[in-house]
């Protein structure tokens, strides 16, 4: 009788603690699926950041996303892409984007992926907040780097990213490390994370960024503390490399978000 009671104590404990283990974990997607839950996730039909100037782009289209073999894959087409599906305005330098329902605050935002390996494609995960050009609220981290003054988009390098915290879109409402990563573009699969805080009594204020669960560079100044979506894709600004190629691929595996939902987060208006 005895035996069994610790028997059942012991199964009830296990899953209440195994239960407080799923509970802690806010958010995952790992796309194991046959198509992309469109109670996460709404496919972007898009086109922002454009500057005929100095070229133009196609946006981002909802066919340029889909799930396969356990992957959210996100098609890139490249200047020399002649195939039949049309952007907005045209055929070349066109991507596609997810971006979540729900929205985050303060959190741990995760993704396993392999991004696309080309100078002229910007792969992308970003959380984004707009109500004003003085209130955006956004964290990216962006591939290729080393294309920021004083280097030029023709040194666009795929081993470089750039991490960036907004509060608005001046020049003077933002920060912007572009620093060297390594190989990152191998072919293997490796870990993107963004750690945001928004302040509490025992945590700083401050945007955290990690590259194989190393930190890479920490920015103090320009923390959003508004809920915002998480994005997760490829476009074309005009600020990289040439897109010569015809296309190409980001693969992720899982997405992952913790909340900390800290004193400092803020609702989406």
Known sequence: MRKNFYTAFISVSLIVILGQRTAAQDF???FNGTKLNSSYWKKENTKWGENPAK??????????????????????????????IWGHGQKTKVGGVISSKRSFA?????????????????????????????ANH??????????????TPEK????????????GVGDDMHKTTDMPFGNQADGQYHLYRIEWHTGSPTEKARVEWYYDNKLMTTAYDF???????????????????????????????WIKIKEYKEPGDKPAK
């Not at 909802?62 to 992957?71: L, R």
């Not at 956004?138 to 280097?151: C, V, W």
């Not at 666009?156 to 509060?167: A, E, F, N, P, V």
Request: aromatic residues 20%; glycine residues 10%; negative net charge.
């Open 28 to 30: 995952f997607d790992d």
């Open 55 to 84: 070229g133009t782009h196609g946006g981002v289209i909802p066919e340029n996303v889909y799930v396969k073999d356990g992957n959210l894959v996100i098609r890139a087409h490249g200047n020399y892409y002649t195939g039949n």
């Open 106 to 134: 303060s959190g741990s935002y995760e993704v396993r992926a392999k991004i696309c390996p080309q100078v002229g494609a910007l792969s992308a995960f970003w959380t984004y907040y707009y109500k004003s050009d003085t």
């Open 138 to 151: 956004e964290i990216d981290f962006e591939f290729p780097g080393r294309n920021q003054a004083p280097n």
């Open 156 to 167: 666009s390098d795929i081993t470089w990213g750039l991490m960036t915290s907004w509060r």
């Open 223 to 253: 923390v959003p503390d508004r809920a915002s979506k998480f994005w997760v894709g490829i476009w074309f600004p005009y600020w990289i490399g040439r897109a010569d190629f015809i296309v190409d691929y980001m693969y992720v595996d």
